[in-house]
């Protein structure tokens, strides 16, 4: 792990209050999209449509990374120039969505794992070889109603998730970021508690609170460098 030159890519990924583009939308989720507007569901069609984002003039002065879908880094220009060279050339640093999206939990109706660490290491060193230099990994964390084991401190009817579920994905989160270092890749670790639901802002803060603390918890347990 050469962890100077990942806080190098930490550094130029928060730099000059720039943001950061998600294209790492599934082929699934595109496609969906393109069928509302009749647009046909098509490689070609999806290349196009990134082509048309990646070379907007100035996007470079206004974002600093993108993060890709599998697809999506393997794509090119319509001239043959690669997504990768067209992002370094613009200032930006390619990254890359490595989670193979939302399971069932078993046994716990309602609550999600994210799964995509079966073969991750080699996943990541072909990405670090294409150029990516950051990745991305999502958990998401219902709260509500049907939830088996409500979770402890959360006041209220709503409380949930579960401390399992918290615990598991924290875990694979832990996993995937020392994997990310390991490869050379800044790890975005991505707790998302989602908003749906009727539960109230106090109890979103109080789950929240839960799931952060479990996370950073599992991230020193692994020996991720938070720096």
Same mark, same amino acid.
């Given at each position: ?47 196009? +449509? =990134? ?6 003039? %100035?996007?470079?002065?206004?974002? &600093? #990374? /993108? ?69 991305? +990994? =999502? ?6 109603? %049907?939830?088996?084991?409500?979770? &402890? #401190? /959360? ?73």
């Amino acid at each position: 792990m050469d962890l100077e030159k990942l806080k190098q890519t930490a550094k130029l990924l928060m730099a000059n209050d720039k943001g950061l583009l998600a294209m790492d939308e599934s082929t699934q989720s595109c496609n969906k999209r393109f069928a509302k507007l009749g647009i046909p569901e098509t490689e070609e069609m999806r290349r196009a +449509w =990134r082509e048309l984002i990646i070379t907007t003039p %100035g996007l470079g002065n206004f974002i &600093s #990374g /993108v993060i890709l879908y599998d697809e999506t880094i393997h794509q090119q220009k319509k001239d043959g120039t690669s997504f990768i060279k067209v992002l370094d050339a613009a200032g930006i640093i390619p990254g890359i969505k490595v989670d193979a999206g939302l399971k069932d939990m078993v046994g716990y109706p309602g609550e999600k794992v994210t799964e995509g660490l079966d073969g991750l290491p080699e996943r990541l060193s072909e990405y670090y070889k294409m150029g990516a230099r950051f990745a991305k +990994w =999502r958990a998401a964390f219902t709260i509500g109603q %049907g939830i088996p084991t409500p979770l &402890s #401190g /959360v006041t209220g009817p709503l409380s949930g998730p579960s401390q399992d579920c918290i615990r598991a994905n924290a875990k694979s989160l832990a996993d995937y970021a020392l994997m990310c270092q390991e490869a050379g890749l800044v790890p975005m670790v991505e707790p998302e508690v989602l908003m749906d639901g009727g539960h109230t802002i106090d109890q979103c803060r109080q789950v929240t609170e839960k799931v952060l603390e479990e996370v950073f918890k599992q991230l020193d347990l692994k020996g991720v460098a938070l720096e």
